[in-house]
């Protein structure tokens, strides 16, 4: 069954300007006037080359709008989500990705939170982030809280749980006891899939779970 996407006007853009829940910003209009039947063009959404000391590029996503007197800027795919469907970030807190994928703008993945509500959940200690267990088969066995509970349920080592999760194991991609692990948000889920699928097709199996999770939001 098709997934609805809602649409709505982004603030201060006269209309010209679209976000959907599911993380997407459209323009609606062409040559200054707004398209007919709900039309839209869909913006590309970008990430920033590393600039400065930074060494690694972000997953965070960018789009430029043009305001209606011409002037264009560059805006977090992020912010002009969640202004759209929640409001202005309130003063002293900023936008925070649930999932821990800063690519994922789908509202229900986003939220408002003080930065040091981000630290706490984002901090070095990994063992907040949820785990999930997959059979080699891809079907859906247990989800954990955190990697500490993931690792004390399974018999590892915390690390161990973090390194699988992380991908750091490559050349045996499933565990000691047969099974999968990995965080559970969409880059981790989607790297899973990647993973089972193509061990199903060494082993001249179908890929085919029953209950394979769709990506968090």
């Known amino acids: 069954m ?44 970008y990430k920033r080359k590393p600039r400065g000391r930074a060494k690694l590029q972000s997953a965070k996503r960018y789009v430029h709008l043009t305001d209606l007197e011409g002037n264009m800027r560059e805006f ?36 408002f939170c003080t930065r040091q509500e981000v630290g706490r959940m984002t901090g070095a200690d990994s063992s907040r982030r949820p785990v999930l267990k997959f059979s080699a088969a891809g079907e859906l066995l247990e989800c954990y809280s955190s990697a500490r509970q993931a690792a004390k349920a399974n018999y590892f080592s915390y690390q161990a749980i973090i390194d699988r999760c992380n991908g750091k194991c490559k050349r045996h991609i499933l565990a000691p006891d047969g099974n999968y692990y990995a965080w559970d948000n969409t880059v981790s889920i989607n790297r899973a899939r990647k993973d089972l699928r193509a061990l199903a097709r060494q082993e001249g199996r179908i890929f085919a779970p029953a209950n394979w999770p769709w990506p968090s939001t």
């Open 76 to 111: 977090s795919a992020a912010k002009i989500v969640a202004e759209t469907f929640l409001g202005p970030v309130p003063t002293g807190k900023v936008i925070f990705h649930k999932n821990g994928n800063p690519a994922d703008n789908s509202i229900w993945n986003l939220d």
């Open 2 to 45: 098709a997934v609805s996407e809602t649409w709505r006007d982004v603030p201060g853009y006269g209309g010209k300007y679209q976000a959907s829940d599911m993380g997407r910003i459209a323009n609606t209009f062409w040559h200054g006037q707004k398209r007919k039947n709900d039309g839209r063009t869909i913006l590309t959404q």
